[in-house]
């Protein structure tokens, strides 16, 4: 088991993110802010998973899957 922390919802800080959405759908670089709406819309958790790429990918998935 990982004990990584992820980065998750306003706890991310990249201002763009390139993300992957509640499917599996690549939605692509967007806005932090739209990729944060995006993951409410749906009533889910924006997830950084990649906080090292440029730039940092992030998923649109439920935070129990994660933990």
């Given at each position: 088991m990982s004990t990584e922390k992820f980065r998750m919802?306003?706890?991310?800080?990249?201002?763009?993110?390139?993300?992957?959405?509640?499917?599996?759908?690549?939605?692509?670089?967007?806005?932090?802010?739209?990729?944060?709406?995006?993951?409410?819309?749906?009533?889910?958790?924006?997830?950084?998973?990649?906080?090292?790429?440029?730039?940092?990918?992030?998923?649109?998935?439920?935070?129990?899957?994660?933990?």
């Open positions: 919802n306003k706890e991310i800080r990249a201002e763009e993110l390139r993300v992957i959405g509640a499917e599996g759908e690549n939605l692509g670089v967007i806005s932090f802010a739209e990729a944060y709406k995006a993951a409410q819309a749906v009533s889910l958790d924006l997830i950084e998973i990649s906080p090292n790429a440029m730039p940092p990918v992030a998923k649109i998935i439920d935070r129990k899957s994660v933990v």
